[in-house]
């Protein structure tokens, strides 16, 4: 059974840091690339930042410079550490494990921003 649980959200306050983090078990972590998504209340799911298979990484222009993505294929986790928050960062944010066409979802972790 392939389970992804994130953890590692919360309040905070503008201006201030959080780490996610990602437990993943049920797959072959290694090979697959690890992102991080996030839905803002009432928008759409958007991709925030991935780290490939090989170490590759991919920001959104909204994380780029403040978020950053990095996994341990030794514990089979990918964490977000979140820096320089603002309100706009407000959202659920989601682990996702891709390979080609399959894809796992974790069920999300709410992070709110206060200003």
């Known amino acids: 059974q392939v389970q992804l649980v994130e953890s590692g959200g919360g309040l905070v306050q503008a201006g201030g840091s959080l780490r996610l983090s990602c437990q993943v078990s049920?797959?072959?972590?290694?090979?697959?690339?690890m992102a991080w998504y996030r839905q803002p209340p009432g928008k759409g799911r958007d991709l925030v930042a991935r780290i490939s298979s090989d170490g590759d990484i991919y920001y959104s222009d909204s994380a780029e410079g403040r978020f950053t993505i990095s996994r341990d294929n030794s514990k089979n986790t990918v964490d977000l550490q979140m820096d320089t928050l603002k309100p706009e960062d407000t959202a659920v944010y989601y682990c996702?494990?891709?390979?080609?066409?399959?894809?796992?979802w974790g069920q999300g972790t709410l992070v709110t921003v206060s200003a």
């Open positions: 049920g797959i072959i972590f290694s090979i697959f690339n």
């Open positions: 996702r494990a891709e390979l080609v066409s399959v894809n796992y």
